[in-house]
């Protein structure tokens, strides 16, 4: 009898695992029916491209593994959620229908809502598409399996710490904080993310200065070039970069045009260390030289007339420091965003005069926390930065940039190249908002996948790049 | 025999260059046209940019003529085939419309006036700086300038960058070839380590931008990591250029004009009594090294240390400013004008008899001192033998006379420097409303026996008397020059400036501040540049320069501006620019401004005195 009863409960046991799994797959599997069935409703030839993307074996088992990893996806966490009934892939938000939607506002950031309506950046609508499955790529996720779960800690300082004190972003390939419990820990697992590659090449970056009647003031094409120096994953040199001991990461920007700053090339290096300031240098075509900046004015416009300061880069790269700031985090929601679709079309749909956006913007619904840093020097030009953190990308999903009058200044929302089959990402688009001032900066870019393997540390050496046109 | 040696040298010379600007020219066409058939790393852009304006301060205040009215044509292109080879063309023509413009307006300072005894000849003529000389009293003076109003020589002038540069795989090793510029240093405005190209003063002397002042040359740089922040660079100029200036000379037989921008015809004065040196014109001619068989040498190693960035710097090459050495002079029987197409007898006098003809007792100098004396008398006026006119009698007949001393402006001289800089971001000081932090600059040079031409020599007929000012460039040049080494200091500080009252600033104002110090060995009785006699070398000449560049109106206003002080000599320049932004920045509107203010010949700013001026230009740039 007992050894029956066990036997019964072994097979059913067996059974009900089986069934769980593959309603598991299925559910992770259902993203991707969710594209097929929306490109086909659509016809647009970037929707199929997109499903092009995600509809095979290698996408299907990275999603899986990091699924398993995470205990939820994005389209579980929103099943959890009580939806309005219109909010679903192939809904348009139109002015014509934007009155009727009594609950826009609790999904769609203000400065979207304003495009359908306004003048200034006008849009024609805002398209719902299936909302993704994002992950990283295989290697960082074995990196942070490999990690305790108390393996980090925050210092004084604000710094991330590893048990053996060493600087965790130094010491460890891992993410740290899968599951944040507080601002301290979601902003570490937001740099964590980097730029969500161990090399990042833009061959180029288009930024566009633009005023309050969508018109060019200037435009600045650059290659920009981004290296992980420690806890490298996927590409040589693996670990950590020789040479740059002490630093996270290095970023080189080499403008190629309008012909007057043409060649003026910018590295800048980020030291671990919170003491530490980043070493930053530009060489001046005008001067023939290189000159040494302050790696203490990040408040600055990459170039006149851009909305893009230094520390926006990436949305967000001000130093972590607890003592200058404060990282509260406020709460976990559902946002409309931008999909990550850019390496195969932009869901902004930047017109060709680089200052309007052609027609209608896709968004997908995304499952974030959002974490405030606020200032407490009362120095900085933004007295509090609201961001929206994905909860499988670990990055910005939207910001809010507030002056120092308590008003929104700027807003940040952009669009990555990601690629499906590796988990590598980059970017396709961004638009950095000055709402006070009705002027944007609209960035397009073209990432150089297969120019990747040709970047070396020289690139950041600013010797070296001025001489690289 | 030797003329014969001398002609071919010229003539090998003149073959060489031509040979260089036709495989240059040859190069770049091939360069222009043949990568955009298939390259894809291919970039072709430009300018055209012209100006007009305003001189607002000039000697005659009365008159009123064109102001700089410079234009330029700039063609660029680069092709990177691959990470490893990058190619640069880069031409450009250059010119200044305000010598056509001006009707001969615009008047500069010209030799002692022989009419003013009364002012013990310190009054001086003017002559245009846009029209040739009419040789005829009361104004006979004057150039055009016409050389100078298309800068046209295509290897010295047109070709601005061809160079290609290879690099290995890692981009640890590279080598440059071809002409192009490099900028050593820290210091801006001033030179202490920037000094591997020489300069064009021509057009708008300190004041133009810092890439278009430097004149490139024909070089080869080779770059090598020796770790990751140690590197080092050998140049090696085989094309020795010096810079480029004009001096503003009424001598009719070797009249030149650079306009404003000019160096002005220095005040012939002798030392000692201070009466000015009438009669006397001066023909100047360049000696320079030969291209290709003399050469210059550039060794850096940057390292870092201190937390920033230094560097050990070496250079052996040639000065950019000359000496000024006599080689003869001519003496002009029927002309006061030094007119050698008016005298009835122009008498060449070698460096011996140069000399005796000023200094030698009952000479130039010597009649000059009785006059000032009070001593002299008519029948004292030396070139009377001559059959000259004799000044104190003019009743008594004689040819009108003058004397036009010969001079090379002597570039062969060495220059040996070696020297060091450091930059560093002094993150332990944070302040300001943004508690930004100060960028620390350093530069010190040592140069090793400059050449200088003494302001005082020792008389060469009456042992232990001397000559001093103009007199001291009358002799050999074993009299005249001398050499001493001269250590050269900058500090400097880079500044991003927020305003606590202005809440919402946008950007940041960016200031530099720097001082420099120059200290000169035994510097007593020593000429700042010859011939420049009366300007003498401090044993510690002190400049300050403060810069601040602002954008308003969303940067498509950006406001810029530049002071420099003599702290010596008590003169000062500013240079306001208003630069606009129109067409998405194709289209650059730009309001220029310079000052100058100095008391005559005191210091190098001093020089342009009577040059303030106004521009305004158009730059479309694609």
């Not at chain 1, 939607?101 to 495009?115: E, F, G, S, T």
């Not at chain 2, 790393?41 to 008159?63: C, E, N, P, Q, V």
């Amino acid at each position: 009898m007992k050894i029956y009863k066990l036997k019964t409960f072994l097979t059913n046991l067996t059974l009900v695992s089986l069934c769980l799994i593959a309603l598991t797959i299925k559910a992770s599997d259902e993203w991707i029916d969710n594209w097929k069935s929306f490109a086909a409703e659509t016809g647009l030839p970037e929707h199929a491209a997109w499903v092009a993307a995600i509809d095979n074996a290698e996408v299907r088992a990275l999603a899986k593994d990091w699924a398993d990893f995470r205990g939820y996806t994005a389209s579980s966490l929103l099943a959890k959620e009580t939806l309005p009934a219109e909010l679903k892939p192939g809904f348009i938000i139109t002015k014509e229908n934007i009155d009727s939607l009594p609950w826009v506002n609790d999904y769609l950031p203000q400065y979207w809502i304003d495009r359908l309506t306004s003048e200034w950046t006008p849009i024609k609508g805002i398209r719902i598409v299936p909302t993704n499955h994002y992950y990283m790529q295989r290697a960082r996720l074995d990196a942070t399996k490999a990690l305790e779960p108390d393996h980090f800690r925050i210092n004084e300082k604000g710094e991330l710490r590893d048990k053996n004190g060493e600087h965790g972003f130094i010491s460890e390939a891992g993410l740290p904080f899968i599951n944040p419990q507080n601002g301290e820990e979601l902003n570490w697992l937001f740099n964590a993310h980097g730029v969500g590659t161990d090399d990042l090449y833009f061959d180029t970056i288009d930024m566009a200065a633009c005023n309050s009647e969508n018109n060019l003031e200037r435009i600045y094409k650059a290659n920009i070039f981004w290296r992980r120096m420690a806890g490298r994953v996927s590409a040589p040199p693996l670990g950590n970069v020789e040479g740059f001991e002490g630093i996270t990461e290095a970023g080189a920007l080499l403008i190629k045009s309008p012909r007057d700053v043409r060649g003026l090339a910018g590295v800048r290096l980020r030291f671990a260390d919170a003491d530490k300031d980043d070493d930053f240098k530009l060489y001046i075509p005008s001067l023939r030289r290189t000159r040494a900046l302050t790696g203490t004015n990040g408040q600055d416009p990459i170039a006149p007339g851009l909305e893009l300061t230094w520390d926006e880069w990436r949305s967000n790269w001000f130093k972590t420091d607890r003592r200058k700031f404060k990282y509260t985090l406020i709460k976990e929601g559902i946002i409309l965003a931008g999909p990550e679709v850019g390496n195969v079309y932009d869901p902004l749909r930047i017109s060709d005069d680089a200052c309007n956006l052609s027609g209608i913007v896709d968004m997908e619904l995304r499952p974030t926390w959002l974490y405030e840093i606020t200032d407490l020097t009362e120095t900085y030009q933004y007295s509090v930065k609201r961001v929206h953190v994905d909860k499988e990308t670990y990055y910005a999903q939207y910001l809010e940039m507030v002056d120092r009058n308590g008003d929104i200044w700027r807003i940040w929302d952009d669009t990555r190249d990601w690629e499906p089959t590796t988990g590598r990402f980059m970017w396709r688009s961004a638009i950095i908002a000055n709402v006070r001032d009705e002027r944007a900066t609209i960035i397009t870019v073209d990432s150089a996948w297969d120019k990747l393997d040709t970047m070396t540390n020289s690139i950041f050496n600013i010797d070296q790049l001025r001489d690289r046109r | 025999m030797n003329n014969i040696i001398i002609k071919i040298t010229l003539e090998t010379k003149t073959r060489l260059k031509r040979l260089t600007s036709i495989v240059s020219a040859s190069l770049l066409s091939l360069f222009l046209v043949a990568p955009p058939a298939y390259a894809e790393d291919f970039w072709f852009g430009g300018r055209l940019k012209a100006g007009t304006g305003a001189y607002i301060d000039r000697l005659d205040d009365s008159s009123r003529g064109q102001g700089p009215s410079q234009f330029l044509l700039e063609l660029q292109a680069e092709w990177s085939p691959n990470n490893n080879v990058t190619v640069v063309g880069d031409v450009w023509l250059r010119g200044d419309r305000f010598y056509d413009l001006d009707d001969g307006e615009f008047r500069a300072p010209a030799m002692q006036n022989f009419t003013s005894p009364q002012s013990a000849f310190l009054d001086r003529f003017s002559m245009s700086t846009s029209s040739d000389g009419t040789y005829q009293l009361p104004d006979p003076f004057g150039a055009s300038g016409k050389e100078n109003e298309l800068l046209d020589d295509f290897d010295d002038e047109i070709l601005r960058e061809l160079s290609i540069r290879f690099t290995n795989d890692d981009g640890s090793a590279s080598v440059k070839i071809g002409k192009f510029q490099r900028g050593w240093g820290q210091a801006d405005g001033l030179r202490l380590l920037d000094i591997l190209n020489a300069q064009d003063l021509r057009q708008r002397t300190l004041l133009a931008d810092t890439d278009e002042i430097r004149i490139p040359a024909w070089t080869v740089a080779i770059n090598v990591d020796i770790s990751n922040d140690v590197a080092l660079e050998l140049i090696y100029i085989p094309e020795v250029r010096h810079s480029e200036f004009v001096i503003n000379n009424p001598t009719p037989n070797d009249q030149s004009s650079g306009g404003a921008f000019g160096f002005p015809f220095p005040r012939l004065i002798e030392g000692q009594t201070g009466f000015g040196m009438p009669l006397l014109g001066a023909r100047l001619n360049e000696k320079e090294v030969e291209d290709w068989k003399n050469q210059e040498i550039g060794l850096r190693l940057k390292f870092g240390a201190f937390g920033g960035e230094a560097t050990l710097n070496a250079f052996h090459g040639y000065q950019d400013l000359p000496v000024v050495v006599l080689t003869g002079a001519t003496l002009h029987v029927g002309s006061f004008i030094n007119d050698p197409a008016a005298s009835v007898a122009n008498v060449p006098l070698d460096v011996p008899t140069t000399i005796g003809a000023i200094h030698a007792p009952g000479q130039y100098v010597d009649f000059l001192q009785s006059l000032a004396g009070g001593t002299a008398a008519p029948g004292d006026f030396p070139l009377i033998p001559f059959g000259c006119l004799d000044i104190l009698n003019p009743a008594a007949g004689g040819f009108p006379c003058s004397v036009t001393a010969d001079f090379d402006m002597d570039f062969t001289e060495r220059q040996k420097t070696v020297g060091f800089s450091f930059t560093r971001d002094m993150s332990e000081l944070k302040f300001g409303p943004k508690s930004v932090s100060p960028v620390l600059r350093l530069e010190v040079a040592h140069e090793f026996d400059k050449a200088f031409n003494r302001q005082v020599i020792n008389d060469p007929f009456i042992p232990g008397l001397s000559a001093k000012g103009t007199p001291a460039l009358i002799g050999t040049k074993a009299d005249m020059v001398t050499y001493r080494d001269q250590i050269s200091t900058l500090i400097g500080f880079d500044y991003n400036l927020w305003l606590s009252a202005w809440k919402n600033q946008r950007s940041s104002i960016f200031i530099t501040s720097q001082f420099f110090n120059i200290k000169t060995k035994d510097h007593k009785n020593l000429m700042f540049q010859a011939p420049y006699a009366m300007l003498d070398v401090e044993e510690n000449q002190q400049y300050f320069t403060q810069t601040y560049t602002f954008g308003l109106r969303n940067d498509n206003v950006i406001l810029d501006g530049l002071a420099v002080w003599d702290l010596s000599k008590d003169s000062f320049a500013y240079r306001q620019r208003f630069t606009f932004s129109a067409l998405g920045n194709k289209l650059i509107p730009r309001i220029e401004v310079g000052i100058f203010d100095g008391d005559e010949e005191e210091g190098l700013l001093a020089l342009y005195r009577q040059s303030d001026y106004v521009e305004f230009s158009l730059t479309y740039q694609f």
